[in-house]
Each structure stands twice: as structure tokens, then as C-alpha cells.
């Protein structure tokens, strides 16, 4: 068995989780209903399986924690791999093509190694824990954010605070910014590219397979990542400002403080 790295192993999980999501993509799927008007389709099945067999093979003394089946392996293992299948799994079912597969290596409260991938494009955004970088058609490519797109994405899939939504409703913002509403977690790859200026989520996010890769790809990429309102991540009142630059993320925590 060939040895890979922690981030070699991420990036080869999330690809072959995306590859299952990419080979239902625009076919009929069975849904399952969970909590609420939430639902799982085949396809998160099927990625989840997959890149459970990727880990257990190359890392079969770690834990892994997914969406989808929990938390399996070793009770005691120190280190856990958050696996989110398909984030975006209604615009997955609605054939929108903006949807993520995200795994991520988490110990002693750090994330050592993610990967997202995208299904329908085939891309893979990746960081080691030092640096961000895309993988294009097998080639790797180091990604930079970038604030001059002035794209602000505003996730409302979990308002708590009501800052999100004072925030779209501030004029200052919709003058100075571009809002744009979303629900995967492909916005947050996209900050660390360089395609949006900024990412808003009221949500609170501690141990969650959704955004643990994102999050840590975009701090890799040199985003400024905090609370939604400046303090520190997952600290009260949670949430998630991050934003291409220093000056951006100033621009957006004033708006956020003054519409609250």
C-alpha cells in the first residue's frame, strides 16, 4: 500500500467521495428523511461510504466522524477525520451545480489536513496546515484570497443572531458590497481563491463536518477568520465573518456591530 501523507490522504478521500456524487449528478436519487425538512440521498450515502473505505485503509487507527453514520474506529483514537459527504445536498437534488464534499483531519482541537472538493467542476482546494492550494486536472496550484470582487456570500441557513439579515438590509452594505446568498460551503474555498470578499455565517459551527475543511483552507490561504462578531471562532456568540483581507473584515464587523 502506498504511503500518503495526512493531506495527500484528505485530498484522495474527498476526490473519491466526489466522485461518487459526480457520477449521480443529474440522475434520479432515493432521499431519506431526517430531522425536520432535512434529507440524505443516495449520492451522500455512497460519497460517505467511500471515503470511509479510503481512511479506514490508509488511517484504520483514527476515528472518523460523518454526517451521515456518526462517529466509528478506535474509542481512544487521538485523532478524528469530519467527513460532510455533500454539503449542498437540496441544490444537489435540485440539479444546482454548487455542492462540496469536505474531509478534514482533526487533533488535540487542531485541523491538520483538509481537502474540499467540488464534484461538478473537479476541483480540489487542499491545505497541509501551512498553505492553501486548488488541484486543476492533477496539477496544484497555491491559492490567495483577494477582496476586489467585492462578492459578499450570506449564508441563511442557520440564523440565530439576526446579524445576517440586518446586515443585507443595511444600505451601507448593499452600496459598498455585492451580496450573494448561498448554501455550500464552496463559498469559503472560493474566499481563499480569490473569487468572493467576504463570508458570513450566523451559525455555530464547533465540531462541524460542514465547514471544519473550508475553515481551515481559508485560514491556510491568509483569510482573516473570526466570530461573527470579531471574537475569536467558535466562541460565544459563534458565527463566522471571514473575509479576504484585514480591511474588509473591518468594513464588514462595523456594518455587522451597527446593524446588531
Known amino acids: 500500500m502506498t504511503f500518503l501523507t495526512d493531506a495527500e490522504l484528505a485530498v484522495a478521500a474527498a476526490t473519491a467521495g466526489a466522485a461518487e456524487v459526480r457520477s449521480r449528478y443529474g440522475r434520479p436519487v432515493s432521499r431519506h428523511a431526517k430531522e425536520g425538512t432535512d434529507f440524505a440521498t443516495s ?10 473505505a479510503v481512511l479506514a485503509e490508509h488511517r484504520p487507527e483514527d476515528a472518523m466522524v460523518g454526517e451521515e453514520a456518526g462517529r466509528t474506529g478506535p474509542a481512544d483514537a487521538a485523532r478524528e477525520w469530519l467527513v460532510d459527504p455533500l454539503c449542498g445536498t437540496r441544490n444537489f437534488a435540485a440539479t444546482t451545480p454548487l455542492v462540496a464534499v469536505n474531509v478534514a483531519l482533526r487533533a488535540d ?30 496539477a496544484d496550484t497555491p491559492v490567495a484570497p483577494d477582496p476586489v470582487s467585492l462578492l459578499v ?14 446586515l443585507l438590509a443595511d444600505a451601507t452594505f448593499r452600496r459598498d458590497f455585492s451580496p450573494r446568498v448561498g448554501s455550500s460551503t464552496l463559498a469559503m474555498t472560493w474566499l481563499a481563491a480569490g473569487r468572493r470578499a467576504a463570508y458570513v455565517h450566523e451559525g455555530d459551527l464547533r465540531d462541524s463536518v460542514h465547514f471544519a475543511a473550508p475553515i481551515a483552507i481559508a485560514e491556510a490561504a491568509g483569510c482573516v477568520v473570526t466570530g461573527i462578531r470579531g471574537q475569536p471562532l467558535h466562541t460565544a456568540p459563534h458565527g463566522l465573518l471571514a473575509a479576504a483581507d484585514a480591511a474588509t473584515h473591518a468594513r464588514l464587523l462595523a456594518l455587522v456591530t451597527t446593524a446588531g
Open 43 to 52: 449520492a451522500d450515502l455512497a460519497s460517505e461510504e467511500a471515503i470511509r
Open 109 to 138: 482541537g487542531r485541523v491538520l489536513a483538509a481537502a474540499s472538493a467540488d464534484p461538478i467542476s473537479g476541483e480540489v482546494f487542499w491545505t497541509d496546515g501551512s498553505a492553501a492550494r486548488a488541484r486543476r486536472d492533477g
Open 153 to 166: 456570500d450570506v449564508d441563511l441557513d442557520h440564523p440565530r443572531s439576526g446579524d445576517a439579515l440586518h
